[in-house]
């Protein structure tokens, strides 16, 4: 199994968010995890990417045998994790191009690899800024800095296809896009789509998972997961809503 | 052209009787001043007392420099305050002594300097009197390299800029031993002459207080880079009265170091029309470190369509570290576009997460948005010499491939 958790309980000023949760992923897979507003479903993305501010009750995460809920967010990075962020943020005066080189300078030394040279690394990141239509200027410009809700979301996937992490989680990678970027977004989840790497797409709409067809769709409720299913299940909720696939789980 | 200065001991200014009257005027000023406190205005947040610790008081004494070595370039050393050594092509030297009296009674009117009691003590005491001439443009920056080592050490530069000439001056400071510069540069700007003037402190970590005036002529533009950094005392001061259509841009970083104070003052006038100023100063202050940032722009009457904006900002690094940011603007014209904003911040805890999640550790993340916060001052560092300094000092993007 790639990633590995168990009876996760996280609490947050006080109060339980995640409370028991279980969730398996194995390499190759791509799952979905869905839950209505404030179910936790963002609370569980930043637990494994180690932001601060959550307190880790009980439970454990692995990232094949790495305990995750141990090591720094840095470390975490280098072992594979990265986290498409909901919200980017944006930092002035740290241009794309820097961020890019410095965190994949970093990535490949713990990897045991030697730097990417300039050249190579310009040629991927113009050539990944195209296919995800960023404006030329990109690279030059401070990382988020001055971006639409959407060019943030797709900044978010040119990390993800330049740093090539081995587990990513996507927080809702599709709020704000319209259809096009949404297209887009998805092309670059399946392009990175390989057997020896997985993801976890959380998302309130099913509309991202017709272009990148999961295979399970979890949904979160009552701070663990109440009902698991193959792709149909996102059908079910947008058809139903979630309080119809919800009765009789056992949240 | 190498050129050995030869200033007499103790005596800056030639004893004419015209100045020997001037000057025993400006001691009995002095005799009635004392320094100032943190009642004044200007004083409130700065720590004097470095200055007049028994270890750095008295005059300077000789003190044993190593040999000046000759800079790329134009230069000239000071040592204990006095010019040692030059080598110049484009500016003219001349110290007091060699001044023709029109000159001399020129400069005296324009040396006046109230009751400020830093600016008499530097004219009462100074070691020596170097008078700096640009007739023409000058390709090569001329670097003015300060050295003290013992006591008070008070050297005083006059700089003119001929109309329509061009240059630059980088000053550098070092410090050897226990001491005080009490230092001023005063530049003469003429009409449509441009000069950049670069200000690098970061050699000096005993007590150094110095002062530019600057008389901007109508169309004149001055343009000042200054990289601060000490563990002991500085203080920094530029006093800029601009002229019709004339243009400052004062650019200027304070690298905290622990235990360090640095203390800059701003005071900026616009006595006629059609001039601007663009301020921008950046300050990273570390644990046990204090920087202060006092500006202030006078708009006066007459200083109609001024365009005037000051930035303030300063970075807490850590717990422990200090900072005090006041910008004013006081405009007496009606016809202006003026702002000022100040900032007072730690690095940002989602900035950093953003960093570090991305596999960057935390040291270099820090390092990243220390960078960024200071980008914008660095990317008005125009002057080789200053960017040199400056590399020494930090690590700074390169994004020359983009």
Known sequence: ?251 | MNTALAVCHRCGWAEDAATRAWHEQLAERLASLTPPSRKDEFWRYSRLSACFAPERAGRGLDFPFPSPEPLAGEWIYFDQGRPVAAHTRAWRLRPWSELDEATRARWRERLEPGEDYFSVRNLVEADAVLLLELEETADAPLQIHYRHGAGWVQPLLLVEVAAGARGAIVETFASFGPSTQNGAVNLWLGEGAELTHGVFTAKAQEALLHRVRARLGARARLDVQSFAATRGYQRLEWDVALGESAALRLSGITHGEPDGSTDVALRIRHAAPGAATDVRWRGLVPAEAHSAVIGRILIEPAGQRTDAAMRLDHLLLADGAAADVKPELEIYADDVACGHGATLGRLDDEALFYLCSRGIPEVEARQLLIDAFLAPVLQRFTLAEVLRHVHSRLPLPDDAAA
Do not use: W
């Open chain 1, 1 to 251: 199994m790639m990633l590995t958790i168990r009876n996760l309980t996280v609490a947050v000023e006080g109060r339980r968010i995640l409370d028991g949760l279980d969730l398996d992923i194995a390499a190759g897979e791509v799952h979905a995890l869905m839950g209505p507003n404030g179910a936790g479903k963002s609370t569980l993305a930043n637990v494994l990417a180690g932001r601060e501010g959550y307190e880790v009750l009980e439970g454990k995460a692995l990232l094949d045998d790495q305990d995750l809920l141990t090591m720094e967010p840095e470390a975490r990075a280098q072992a594979g994790l990265f986290l498409s962020f909901q919200h980017p943020v944006e930092i002035p005066g740290v241009s794309n191009l820097q961020f890019l080189r410095t965190a994949l300078d970093c990535l490949r030394k713990a990897r045991g690899e030697a730097p990417l040279d300039s050249a190579a690394l310009l040629r991927a990141a113009r050539e990944a800024a195209q296919v995800l239509g960023l404006p030329a200027d990109f690279l030059k410009r401070g990382v988020n800095e001055g971006f639409s809700g959407g060019e943030k979301k797709r900044n978010e996937i040119l990390q993800m296809l330049l740093l090539e992490p081995r587990f990513v989680i996507l927080d809702e990678p599709d709020s704000g896009l319209d259809v096009d970027a949404l297209k887009l977004v998805a092309a670059g989840v399946n392009r990175l789509r390989r057997p020896d790497r997985a993801f976890l797409i959380i998302t309130h709409y099913p509309r991202i998972l017709e272009y990148v067809r999961p295979d399970r769709v979890h949904v979160l409720h009552g701070g663990r997961i109440a009902r698991s299913g193959a792709a149909e299940l996102a059908h079910q909720i947008e058809a139903g809503g979630y309080a119809a696939v919800l009765e009789g789980s056992v949240a």
